[in-house]
């Protein structure tokens, strides 16, 4: 059952200990098991990749099989319903849209001192996506990270991700790739996918950046291939956060709540609310909802474990806890969320009133769903094109403008003991 707390002292105490669940003993060990699998990858190539999905995955695959072929995209389509087909190229239409309003200019500024100034921003050459689909297919996935590379003009992006029975990749899946513009795609998952993509194998090509959630393994390899490539986040289990008043609907409120806790056994859903009246209502909906729930065991594993329900003096202290645990999902359920939402600074995504439900960020409202998990939004922010590219300084000065401040950097270089640095103004200045 979802717990009510009360008591203000165990309430930091029980956010932390959510906010911390991925922080296990275990993880040392899957590290080491981790840095194994990119070092043989690293090594031998395909030939670990294979043995490696072999043995995690349980899939014998053969070097050729690797790439999925022209005739299985294809076919992909002839798999999906045309309402799916509908709803994926509806999703590509609002999420491309939104993504265009955030592409950063190139910009120059010419001084008056003869000094010209600007930034350059470039997209990576190849940019990686790992679409996880261990519990379920994920087509959503695929779209909130393949039209941000897209849209920042990524000349070729390769997508991985693990196979079902029968070495087939989910067609939901392959048809999102498509649509989002990806023809590049690798039936792999996993670390050996992470390693594959970082350092390149004789069938797969190395990236420069590599995107997109996964289980524990695949977040420990994204950790340790990070320098060798750009890495987007360490994306942890799902979470939501509702702030709600007495006016809220306690049936949108528990459906909310579980819409997250079917995610993972280890997804957190919590809801802070004033009215001890609703916090109780929430508490028999959500049983009510799990009855017949098609996930029900992963779902009530994730509700007794990180589901909570605090009530609270105020509206302001909800607001001051939320940003304690810096959720990846906020809903503001309150009669006038724009009245709170200054109070707000750590947040993945903020969902404005009762008729805006996580799903739809996970969707198709635009913004992107690949978001700061486990309190990573105190400085993190969800993936968009800005994760694609990179910018370069352009700078000039004129001879004129280097005399202006050439003792400047003269004392500066001396101070620092660089006197090669000092010469190189020098000999110019004095020429």
């Keep these: 059952m979802l717990r009510i707390i009360t008591q203000q002292a165990d309430v930091r105490s029980e956010l932390q200990r959510i906010c911390e669940r991925t922080q296990d003993e275990q993880v040392l060990h899957k590290?080491?098991?981790?840095?194994?699998v990119l070092q043989?990858?690293?090594?031998?190539?395909?030939?670990?990749?294979?043995?490696?999905?072999?043995?995690?995955?349980?899939?014998?695959?053969?070097?050729?099989?690797?790439?999925v072929t022209g005739s299985e995209l294809d076919a992909a389509y002839q798999q999906v319903s045309k309402d799916l087909l509908q709803a994926i190229r509806l999703a590509c239409q609002k999420i491309e849209a939104f993504h265009r309003q955030r592409v950063p200019k190139s910009w120059v500024q010419f001084g008056d001192d003869e000094v010209v100034l600007g930034k350059r921003y470039t997209p990576v050459d190849r940019a990686g996506l790992y679409i996880p689909g261990g519990r379920a297919c994920y087509p959503s996935t695929v779209l909130m990270n393949a039209i941000p590379a897209k849209v920042a003009g990524v000349p070729r992006v390769v997508m991985v991700t693990p196979v079902r029975d029968g070495k087939m990749v989910n067609p939901a899946v392959l048809v999102a790739a498509q649509?989002?513009?990806?023809?590049?795609?690798?039936?792999?998952?996993?670390?050996?996918?992470?390693?594959?993509?970082?350092?390149?194998?004789?069938?797969?090509?190395?990236?420069?950046v590599i995107t997109g959630p996964g289980n524990i393994y695949v977040t420990l390899a994204k950790k340790l291939v990070y320098g060798t490539v750009g890495i987007d986040s360490l994306a942890g289990p799902s979470e939501v956060l509702v702030i709600a008043d007495e006016t809220a609907n306690p049936a949108y409120v528990a459906a909310d709540l579980l819409a997250q806790a079917e995610h993972d056994p280890m997804a957190a859903a919590i809801l802070?609310?004033?009215?001890?009246?609703?916090?109780?209502?929430?508490?028999?909906?959500?049983?009510?909802?799990?009855?017949?729930?098609?996930?029900r065991i992963d779902t009530e594993k994730a509700i007794a474990h990180y589901g909570l329900i605090v009530v609270v003096e105020s509206l302001e202290a909800a607001a001051e806890l939320s940003n304690e645990f810096a959720p990846e999902h906020l809903e503001l359920e309150v009669a006038d969320p724009w009245?709170?939402?200054?109070?707000?600074?750590?947040?993945?995504?903020?969902?404005?009133?009762?008729?805006?439900?996580?799903?739809?960020?996970?969707?198709?409202?635009?913004?992107?769903?690949?978001?700061?998990?486990?309190?990573?939004?105190?400085?993190?922010?969800?993936?968009?094109?800005?994760?694609?590219?990179?910018?370069?300084?352009i700078i000039q000065y004129s001879q004129t403008a280097l005399e202006k401040v050439a003792s400047a950097i003269d004392i500066l270089a001396t101070t620092e003991g660089l006197p090669s640095h000092a010469d190189s103004v020098k000999l110019r200045v004095e020429d």
């Design 31 to 36: 590290e080491a098991t981790v840095r194994e």
């Design 40 to 67: 043989a990858v690293k090594r031998q190539g395909d030939k670990a990749v294979l043995h490696y999905t072999a043995e995690f995955d349980h899939q014998i695959l053969k070097p050729e099989e690797l790439k």
């Design 179 to 208: 649509e989002a513009g990806v023809q590049e795609i690798y039936r792999i998952g996993g670390a050996q996918a992470i390693a594959a993509l970082a350092y390149g194998t004789e069938t797969i090509p190395k990236v420069n």
């Design 272 to 295: 802070l609310t004033t009215d001890a009246g609703l916090a109780k209502k929430v508490q028999i909906e959500v049983e009510r909802q799990l009855v017949d729930h098609p996930r």
């Design 339 to 393: 009245a709170l939402i200054n109070q707000i600074r750590h947040a993945g995504a903020i969902f404005l009133g009762s008729s805006t439900p996580e799903a739809v960020g996970d969707y198709l409202a635009g913004p992107n769903h690949t978001l700061p998990t486990s309190g990573a939004a105190r400085y993190a922010s969800a993936l968009g094109v800005e994760t694609f590219l990179k910018h370069s300084s």
